[in-house]
């Protein structure tokens, strides 16, 4: 960014939805005339590109952005129990695997509580609880 604080809008010109800092770093989803949408908070949001510095075209640049730290990830219904007390346990959030993959977000870390077809609920239970 090009200030300390930059408004974020709910539409190109539209109303004010929030500020952004300078330092932050946010992931660009689209361009839209000079606006860019950014991912911001729950929804996303527009800020002006007058204001914004992007990093396009940089081929040293080769720092990762991630959506999030942390996220616990499972593969079948019958694992959200374990992935529950995963996430809890870890402070963070989890989701379904296939979820997590359509949404394209990412995470610097990833853990799975996966269903194995070879053992029965109980011992993925107790596999989820020696990551806790």
């Not at 729950?42 to 640049?61: A, H, L």
């Not at 990762?64 to 402070?91: F, P, R």
Request: proline share 2%; hydrophobic share 35%; charged share 25%.
């Amino acid at each position: 960014m090009t200030t300390d604080v930059l408004n974020v809008r709910n539409t190109p010109n539209g109303s004010i939805a929030g500020q952004v800092y300078k330092g932050e770093v946010y992931k660009i989803n689209k361009k839209q005339n000079n606006w860019f949408e950014i991912f911001w908070g729950n929804y996303g949001g527009w800020v002006s590109e007058n204001y914004v510095k992007t990093e396009f075209g940089k081929e040293n640049n080769k720092r990762e952005v991630y959506d999030m730290k942390k996220i616990v990830l499972y593969t079948g219904d019958l694992d959200a129990l374990s992935a529950v007390i995963v996430a809890q346990k870890n402070q963070c959030p989890m989701m379904k695997k296939s979820d997590f993959i359509n949404s394209k977000l990412k995470a610097e870390k990833i853990i799975t509580i996966d269903r194995k077809t070879r053992h029965n609920r109980y011992t993925n239970f107790k596999d989820a609880a020696s990551l806790v």
